[in-house]
């Protein structure tokens, strides 16, 4: 089969911009959270098409609409899976192996949530794949997602881009969130928001591509496969931060123009550390940091978004805590700044980035002293 070709919206053309990694890339400023909103306007962005496949491993799925992204979902050992994607005319490729991360999820989520694995491929336009899964995997389930292609709707934007403690951010509205993701068919919301004091910030990976040409693509994918798929109701993270170092709201947390908090400075609850969410506010960096770490740009975003909420909370960088969630009693000892693999049995934010993170501790308390 063949698609009609790519249209490429603005918003995907300003993340092609962003392929050199490090770069500086431009984004259009409207107004600031810390300051007066603009007057809002409307933007078109495509809607995300999906198509999800129940126990679709070592077989052949074909999509009627060009395939930008797969994820793929399932129980068991995280190693030992792999794609390989199909051309219009229906050729296949070579195997790619999958670098899945535990797949975290809602506190209150049965089973081990370090056996429930989820990865998310770019496939560039693809007709189609084919999977392989760890032998013994069970709940296989892959996603055919397009997020550049679909039927296009209206999305009301005050900000664009916006400011919190001096970190400049994408809106959801800038990226393109769909809003009635989080919702039920009869209008009900999925996930509807709780708020805790802040405890402690976790770093992760998205365990995606590096080089990536649209972020902001990307994360709408990411939503669609954690508020649809995963049926967490909204995308799992409070922030994300691309390789140009660009950082992009994450999980929705009302109205009063604060990204992750209400306006008593209290933290809203997301998925990204299944068990300890309530009070543990997660940071995830585009792209895979198991043989290289995240470009200066991104490291440098990174740390700069994690002095403002350490000032934000009060936080001392370096400190070593014990997590205490208020929703089930259930205690850890951290570091203040973490990282996903020491809440659950996951590789994820990937050995080089890991590694890295007495550093990072370092670096933030020192922009937090100078700030």
């Not at 495509?46 to 979902?73: I, L, M, N, Q, W």
């Not at 995963?230 to 660009?246: K, M, S, T, V």
């Not at 300890?276 to 990174?302: K, M, V």
Request: aromatic residues 8%; proline residues 5%.
């Amino acid at each position: 089969m063949r698609h009609k070709k790519r249209v490429l919206t603005r918003r995907s053309v300003l993340g092609a911009a962003g392929v050199a990694a490090g770069a500086a890339v431009a984004v259009p400023v409207f107004a600031s959270a810390d300051t007066a909103k603009a007057a809002t306007r409307t933007e078109r962005v495509p809607r995300t098409r999906a198509k999800t496949f129940s126990g679709a491993a070592a077989r052949a799925v074909e999509s009627d609409f060009p395939v930008e992204y797969v994820g793929v979902t399932w129980t068991g050992a995280q190693r030992g899976a792999a794609i390989r994607l199909l051309d219009q005319d229906g050729k296949a490729g070579a195997w790619k192996t999958l670098q899945p991360v535990c797949a975290a999820g809602a506190d209150g989520d049965a089973g081990d949530p370090a056996k429930r694995a989820s990865v998310l491929v770019p496939t560039g336009g693809a007709a189609g794949y084919e999977l392989k899964v760890p032998d013994g995997a069970t709940n296989v389930r892959s996603t055919a997602i397009d997020t550049l292609n679909g039927p296009t709707f209206n999305v009301s934007v005050a900000t664009e881009t916006a400011s919190f403690q001096g970190v400049e951010y994408i809106t959801r509205a800038g990226w393109g969130a769909d809003e009635s993701l989080r919702f039920k068919a009869d209008g009900t919301e999925n996930s509807p928001q709780t708020y805790y004091p802040a405890q402690t910030l976790t770093v992760h990976h998205t365990a995606g591509a590096n080089g990536d040409p649209d972020p902001a693509a990307t994360i709408r994918a990411y939503y669609y496969l954690h508020a649809i798929v995963n049926d967490w109701g909204d995308i799992g993270y409070h922030f994300l931060i691309d390789e140009a170092g660009r950082v992009y709201e994450g999980r929705y947390s009302g109205t009063d123009g604060l990204p992750a908090h209400n306006v008593d400075k209290k933290m809203v609850t997301a998925f990204h550390a299944a068990g300890y969410n309530s009070g543990n506010l997660g940071i995830a960096l585009l792209g895979t940091f198991t043989g290289q770490g995240p470009t200066a740009a991104a490291r440098q975003s990174c740390t700069k978004l994690l002095a403002a909420l350490s000032g934000y909370h009060g936080f001392d960088p370096q400190a070593a805590v014990t997590f205490v969630n208020p929703v089930n009693g259930v205690t850890k000892k951290v570091q203040l700044i973490s990282g996903h693999k020491d809440w659950l049995a996951t590789e994820c934010p990937g050995t080089v980035m890991y590694g890295d993170l007495p550093a990072l501790r370092k670096d933030v308390a020192a922009a937090l002293s100078a700030s």
